[in-house]
């Protein structure tokens, strides 16, 4: 078993007070599957943060884009570099969105 490091150890502490969720950041992984020749696409996940729902008053505040390529039968075979993008909103972000 691999020992914590000292954030973790800080993470852990903050959540078993039942106060705090800690986000771990996703690791990059290169190839997932060996590519054996069959035909690929390219596909994107994306993540959009908005201020609400209400797309004639709220904001995209944070984008995030992360391309992979994928075989025909749905095997991944790679991911390639993530993009992530932050907003100031030009309103004060409504406290039940932070939730």
């Known amino acids: 078993m691999q020992e914590m490091g000292d954030h973790e150890k800080m993470a852990v502490a903050l959540e078993v007070t039942g106060q705090y ?16 020749g069959s035909k690929t696409r390219l596909g994107i996940f994306i993540d959009v943060e908005t201020t609400g729902l209400d797309p004639t008053k709220d904001e995209i505040i944070e984008l995030a884009m992360v391309p992979f390529v994928y075989g025909l039968d749905g095997r991944i075979f790679e ?3 993530a993009f992530q993008g932050l907003r100031q909103p030009a309103n004060p972000i409504p406290a039940e969105i932070t939730k």
């Open 21 to 36: 969720r800690v986000l771990r950041k996703l690791l990059h992984r290169q190839n997932l599957a060996p590519h054996d």
């Open 79 to 81: 991911v390639q570099a």
